[in-house]
């Protein structure tokens, strides 16, 4: 007589799997009727007429029940119309109450009564291999749950603006267009990222904002709609340094920023920077590339006199500048 294959439900194998499903239904359990798809539309052409070109999808998730939902900032960037479907199949308009494109993140508004919201978890205690689950919206399928784990973390990844995204999560959880904005959760069904992006072509290649910088942007959204940050008037670049150079001025970095262009009275040009200076350091700070630069230009630095040390033909020089608020 044959064999059966059966798995008994004593087998452990089984017993596994059914914990890692149970795991991965009450999470989503948690969070998906806070799940939305988001619906834009463009200013259009003269006249009226639309085109596919101008309209988009996305995903998002409700984290107040006053009706705020988080996005990414690239699904509601320029919409002139922003349309949200809850779980249960209401629709709502919503509002951009505010976006920071070099976070990739947006904060959107409806009004509704008797909303789900999310919890945030902390992304700082995330592990590479801890299983994640990512709910969205891919080509309109609604409420599409995938699973994978986190394949690794301290990724950095360019958003639309040129800036760099720092710390972003890195997850094999299969994400298409249309997941964008949606969360990133793990099995207790707290949410630790936005997912944002995937690489074309790639496998398993997914990223989500982690939920710790979204905190971080946060209350400038809800405040003033965007977030500030400092601003020096320099168009650079990433350049080499000679070692001749280097040991002589006992340098311990290899590279610096080029000021390829420097602003007519702009902060940097009042303080005496010129073009063709090569920027090496910010206060205290090495500055080896322009990512460097941006990181130490945050909110806390607008107004603040800061020394930057620079090269300008051989020579060390040290300058003066009071750092501006950056205007949009």
């Known amino acids: 007589m044959a064999r059966s294959h059966f798995i008994s439900d004593n087998n452990p194998d089984r017993n596994l799997l059914d914990a890692y499903s149970r795991a991965v239904t009450e999470a989503v359990e948690c969070v998906a009727s806070a799940v939305v798809s ?18 988009g999808t996305g995903s998002g998730f409700v984290f107040s029940t006053e009706g705020l939902v988080l996005t990414n900032s690239h699904v509601v960037d320029g919409a002139a119309e922003i349309e949200v479907a809850l779980p249960d199949g209401q629709t709502h308009e919503a509002d951009v109450i505010g976006q920071d494109p070099d976070t990739d993140i947006a904060v959107i508004r409806i009004t509704a009564a008797e909303l789900s919201a999310v919890e945030f978890g902390d992304s700082h205690l995330l592990k590479p291999g801890q299983v ?61 990222g936005v997912n944002t992006a995937i690489i074309a072509g790639g496998q398993g290649l997914s990223f989500a904002v982690p939920i710790r910088t979204v905190t971080t942007v946060l209350p400038a959204l809800l405040r003033d709609g965007h977030v500030r940050r ?46 063709g200076d090569i920027i090496l350091s910010l206060d205290t700070h090495a500055v080896t590339s322009i990512d460097d630069l941006h990181r130490l230009l945050g909110e806390d630095r607008i107004g603040t006199d800061v020394t930057l040390g620079v090269l300008r033909g051989g020579e060390r020089l040290d300058f003066r500048v009071r750092v501006a608020n950056r205007q949009r």
């Open 38 to 55: 988001i619906h834009v539309r463009g200013k259009g052409a003269p006249g009226g007429r639309r085109s596919p070109a101008q309209e």
């Open 230 to 275: 400092g601003y020096l008037g320099i168009a650079g670049q990433d350049v080499p340094l000679l070692r001749r150079i280097t040991r002589f001025h006992r340098l311990t970095q290899a590279s610096g920023v080029l000021a390829t262009s420097v602003e007519a009275n702009g902060p940097a040009r009042t303080a005496g920077v010129h073009d």
């Open 132 to 192: 994640v689950i990512a709910i969205g919206n891919p080509y309109g399928f609604q409420a599409t749950v995938t699973t994978g784990v986190v394949s690794a973390l301290g990724r950095s990844l360019r958003a639309r603006s040129g800036r760099l995204i720092d710390h972003v999560i890195q997850t094999d959880a299969a994400l298409n267009p249309g997941n964008s904005g949606g969360p990133l959760v793990t099995t207790t069904g707290q949410v630790v």
